[in-house]
């Protein structure tokens, strides 16, 4: 039987069973979308930093929970100080500061967001109250150190540079603005026991799937955009996209001259596809290799069946010529997880 009809047949058939074998986990998911939207005007550039903001606390609160990757709680608390600023800037650019004295209240909101940890249960919220000496008070709670309430004192200043708002009503607006960078990381506290599942899920995948290069992984989460929804934490891909992956092989070819049957190689992966997850991890990917010998063809193409996500046997036709080779995940090796992880939270995200 021709080798060369019988190969494409055999991916075929290999191909149908991993698409058949596999059947389409829906997997559930963690929703990271602020629950507190903003409906005012004068603090529509500070909710959208909240935004911003609240959408790096859920990717890094996964992270966390990983526990194959060092979390910097030194990252996020400065990423937690910066927004401490831009938020007491939204209210300086109103020239609040003659309403209210609240330095004091967003220095100490600094110092207790640069100490930030992810064991943390509680974030500081703004709160806006009326007080039994003076109408109204505004404060943050939860503050390492407690500091006074700062008075909110009423003048005609508010009503000519915040669009006819009184100062009650500015800082009003500004807590429905700012308290919402803090919604999305309660909310996946709420779901502890599925954040636990998806971290453990999320740390398998990085330990024993195929490794990958970024065009890989963009790829992969361009397959699986309907998976890897905008503002939610769901659980890595059941697939991966194979793209343009090197190799060194060792070659074997039945026909070549003697003294070089086996010879070491190279082979590129041009597309494939890998599902990392199975009972028995499969993946097939159309391959070029390359086999340095005299009288037969350099090049040759054909396919490669990954098994376990580890190891990998591969077919090539070179010119009439058939050569068989195994290769090992080499680049798994070097592969960074944290790193890798990175790249598919910068794709969906």
């Not at 709420?190 to 992984?217: C, H, I, P």
């Not at 082979?267 to 086999?291: C, Q, R």
């Not at 996500?309 to 090992?328: C, K, L, M, P, R």
């Amino acid at each position: 039987m021709n080798t060369r009809i019988t190969v494409p047949v055999l991916f075929l058939l290999i191909t149908s069973f991993i698409c058949l074998s596999h059947a389409d986990e829906r997997q559930t998911s963690i929703d990271c979308s602020m629950t507190e939207p903003y409906t005012g005007e004068i603090f529509s550039d500070l909710y959208e930093e909240t935004k911003r903001t609240a959408s790096t606390f859920c990717n890094e609160l996964i992270r966390s929970r990983i526990d194959r990757i060092n979390t910097d709680d030194a990252y996020i608390g400065s990423i937690l100080a910066d927004f401490a600023v831009s938020s007491e800037l939204a209210l300086d650019k109103y020239e609040m500061n003659k309403s209210a004295d609240y330095r004091k209240q967003f220095n100490e909101l600094r110092n207790t967001f640069v100490k930030f940890h992810f064991s943390d249960m509680k974030m500081p919220e703004f709160r806006v109250e009326p007080t039994f000496t003076l109408p109204m008070a505004g404060y943050f709670t939860s503050l390492l150190e407690e500091r006074e309430r700062f008075s909110i004192e009423e003048i005609e200043h508010c009503t000519t540079v915040a669009q006819g708002l009184t100062c009650k009503e500015v800082f009003r607006e500004f807590k429905s603005a700012f308290n919402p960078y803090r919604s999305a990381y309660d909310n996946v506290y709420d779901n502890t026991m599925l954040l636990s599942a998806l971290g453990e899920r999320w740390a398998n995948f990085l330990e024993v799937s195929k490794s990958q290069t970024a065009l890989e992984v963009y790829l992969t989460t361009l397959a699986n955009k309907s998976h890897f929804k905008k503002n939610h934490l769901v659980g890595p891909p059941n697939y991966q996209i194979i793209a343009l992956h090197p190799h060194l092989i060792f070659n074997s070819m039945d026909e070549a001259p003697d003294g070089s049957k086996q010879e070491l190689g190279l082979a590129v992966e041009w597309i494939g596809i890998n599902y990392w997850d199975l009972k028995l991890p499969l993946g097939i990917s159309f391959t070029t290799a390359y086999v340095d010998r005299e009288n037969v063809r350099d090049v040759g193409h054909g396919i490669m069946l990954h098994i376990d996500n580890q190891y990998a046997i591969g077919w090539a036709d070179h010119d009439g010529e058939d050569s068989f080779y195994v290769t090992f995940d080499l680049l798994k090796a070097l592969e960074d997880k944290k790193g890798k992880y990175d790249k598919y939270m910068k794709q969906v995200f």
